[in-house]
């Protein structure tokens, strides 16, 4: 495997579900991030690691929950969600934060909520 | 407030022309400046990526600018062809650590 990959790339789940979505980077990065793409928006960035610790979190419901174990392994846990969450997740990484930060991206979660 | 704009969202080329595409951010405090391409349903491909102190990038046929005290940056596509149809995002990367996406310009390249 290489780059960014995500699973799964499709996911339905109802409004009392619970799933998570997962990344993986084998680009040796240190920083990896939680975008939300919905239609006609701008990509949203949604949560930051660098270096396993999370450094922002950009005023995310609490029914989005990410976790990070490691620098190549990223989750974001889904709970109780809404329709209005329906979008393209999509993951990325670089090498760190700060610094030249070239983000490379998963191919994303297409994720429905019924 | 810092945002980051992509005119026009749409653009119909005939194949074979050579076309540019624009991004513009409010924020001269920017770190970098990065292209993206994105096919229909997909991840997001990296093209290019300019440095504050640099002015531009070239890859194949591809030329990003960056000038940062007019707020653009564009990227020049030489000889399109019909496999470059594709939404093209731009995002910045400011100094204080903000990470802003335009919306995209929608490029169609006709046979």
């Known amino acids: 495997e290489t780059g960014v990959t995500q699973t799964p790339r499709h996911l339905v789940m109802g409004m009392t579900n619970k799933k998570s979505l997962k990344c993986e980077q084998h680009l040796g990065h240190n920083a990896m991030y939680w975008y939300k793409q919905s239609a006609k928006k701008p990509l949203e960035l949604m949560f930051v690691?660098?270096?396993?610790?999370?450094?922002e979190n950009n005023s995310v419901p609490s029914r989005f929950s990410p976790e990070c174990p490691n620098s190549s392994h990223l989750f974001l846990h889904l709970h109780t969600l809404q329709p209005e969450d329906s979008a393209l997740y999509l993951c990325a990484s670089s090498e760190a934060r700060q610094g030249v930060n070239e983000q490379y991206f998963g191919p994303g979660t297409r994720l429905t909520v019924t | 407030k810092q945002e980051v704009t992509q005119i026009p969202a749409a653009l119909s080329v005939p194949e074979g022309e050579n076309l540019v595409l624009n991004c513009s951010f409010t924020?001269?405090?920017?770190?970098?400046l990065q292209w993206f391409r994105q096919d229909p349903g997909k991840g997001l491909t990296s093209l290019l990526l300019i440095q504050s102190s640099q002015r531009e990038q070239t890859s194949g046929r591809l030329n990003a600018s960056l000038d940062k005290s007019s707020g653009r940056s564009t990227l020049y596509i030489a000889a399109s062809q019909p496999g470059d149809s594709a939404t093209y995002l731009c995002?910045?990367?400011?100094?204080?650590?903000?990470?802003?996406f335009g919306k995209g310009t929608r490029l169609h390249i006709l046979p």
């Open positions: 924020d001269s405090a920017i770190y970098n």
């Open positions: 995002a910045g990367f400011f100094r204080d650590d903000k990470i802003i």
């Open positions: 690691y660098n270096f396993k610790e999370q450094t």
